[in-house]
């Protein structure tokens, strides 16, 4: 079973080289497959909030 990594990176654009992307991948490539990596950008850009 694979270890599960949540980052959850900046809020604005987050296309192709923008954002959190090359830290992302920078992440992937490191973690390698014994790891799951999750990332998901907050769902409201102007008023980021985590509700559990």
């Given at each position: ?38 990332n ?13």
């Amino acid at each position: 079973m694979k270890k599960q990594v949540l980052f959850i990176h900046s809020v604005g654009t987050q296309g192709s080289q923008q954002g959190s992307s090359g830290l992302i991948a920078y992440l992937q490539e490191r973690l390698g497959d014994e790891y799951n990596l999750l990332n998901t950008k907050m769902p409201v850009l102007d008023n980021p909030e985590y509700k559990p």
